[in-house]
């Protein structure tokens, strides 16, 4: 971006033709600037311009405006506008451009737009908002406006915030009960199929092997009694199938007792 002109800029010579309003305002040297000035634009919706080195005058018709007479434009002028702007809470962003280079009068043109962080004050806790050709200060009802949006403005911040970490930790919690669900459904398949086997060599047994089969028994009643415990913990979030799997499970276990009972006592 250009910051240096041999003349004057057409936005310039645009304020130069408007009297002193809500968005320019005309200071004959840097001195003659305040830091309330530079609250009042930077509080105001649509920021202002301050052109330095600018003196006022009356037309023939009665109307004022501002015409050239040019003011210190070094690096002391300039850090003095800065100094202002840091000075002000919070600080206030300023664009300085140097103009009208090429004669013997030239100015400074500064740039300060509507601040993001309202309401801006001075170090003297001074509030002050541009109105028509003048600033003035600000009225409680507008401070408590300008609060109570920020705040609000905060509050949806945080808001949103939360629940896209909360959407977040969800996808997670859900991915982690899915793969854990899906390990549980391998587990009960796993063991159907081994309790079909059981089943199917049982019935192959000789009377004799029945006999011996005291320490099975134990083993499929404890086993049994895991499902049910199986069952209970986990009945709230597994899905039908699960449900369905571990109710077939415990039917066959009840099966495989019954028929050992049935052969045990036909065997005494």
Same mark, same amino acid.
Do not use: W
């Given at each position: 971006?250009?910051? /240096?002109?041999?003349? %004057? ?8 033709? %408007? ?9 004959? /040297? ?7 000035? %530079? ?8 920021? =202002? &311009? ?11 018709? =009665?109307?004022?405006?501002? !015409?050239?007479? #040019? ?14 702007? &840091? ?26 737009? @509507?601040?993001?962080?309202?309401? *801006? ?5 001074? *509030? ?13 009802? /507008? ?20 629940? $896209?970490?909360?959407? $977040? ?5 859900? $991915?982690?009960? @899915?793969? =854990? ?5 391998? !587990?009960?398949?796993? %063991? ?5 086997? &059981?089943? @199917? !060599? ?9 006999? !011996? @089969? ?16 199986? /069952? ?33 006592? #036909?065997? $005494?």
């Amino acid at each position: 971006m250009q910051r /240096e002109y041999k003349r %004057l800029s057409q936005r310039t010579r645009h304020l130069l033709s %408007l009297p002193e309003g809500v968005n320019v305002d005309f200071k004959r /040297e840097v001195q003659a600037v305040r830091s309330s000035d %530079l609250v009042a634009f930077a509080n105001s919706p649509f920021g =202002g &311009t301050l052109l330095i080195g600018i003196d006022e005058f009356t037309t023939r018709d =009665g109307v004022q405006r501002g !015409r050239v007479v #040019g003011c210190e434009v070094d690096d002391k002028a300039r850090l003095t506008l800065v100094n202002k702007s &840091t000075g002000c809470i919070p600080n206030i962003e300023l664009r300085i451009f140097t103009e009208n280079l090429a004669v013997s009068k030239p100015i400074l043109r500064v740039e300060i737009a @509507s601040g993001p962080h309202k309401p *801006y004050c001075t170090q003297r806790g001074e *509030y002050a908002i541009r109105t028509d050709g003048r600033n003035r200060a600000m009225l409680p009802e /507008e401070l408590l406006a300008i609060f109570m949006e920020r705040e609000g403005e905060l509050f949806l911040s945080r808001f949103r915030k939360a629940v $896209h970490q909360l959407e $977040h930790q969800l996808g997670t919690v859900s $991915h982690a009960l @899915s793969e =854990g669900m899906l390990g549980v459904s391998e !587990r009960l398949f796993e %063991l159907d199929q081994q309790l079909q086997r &059981t089943l @199917s !060599r049982i019935e192959q047994l000789t009377d004799s092997n029945k006999k !011996r @089969s005291r320490n099975l028994m134990q083993a499929l009643r404890q086993s049994q009694a895991g499902i049910v415990q199986l /069952e209970n913990s986990i009945a709230p979030v597994i899905n039908d199938q699960g449900q369905h799997l571990l109710q077939d499970i415990e039917h066959k276990l009840g099966m495989l007792l019954d028929l050992l009972d049935s052969d045990n006592n #036909g065997s $005494h």
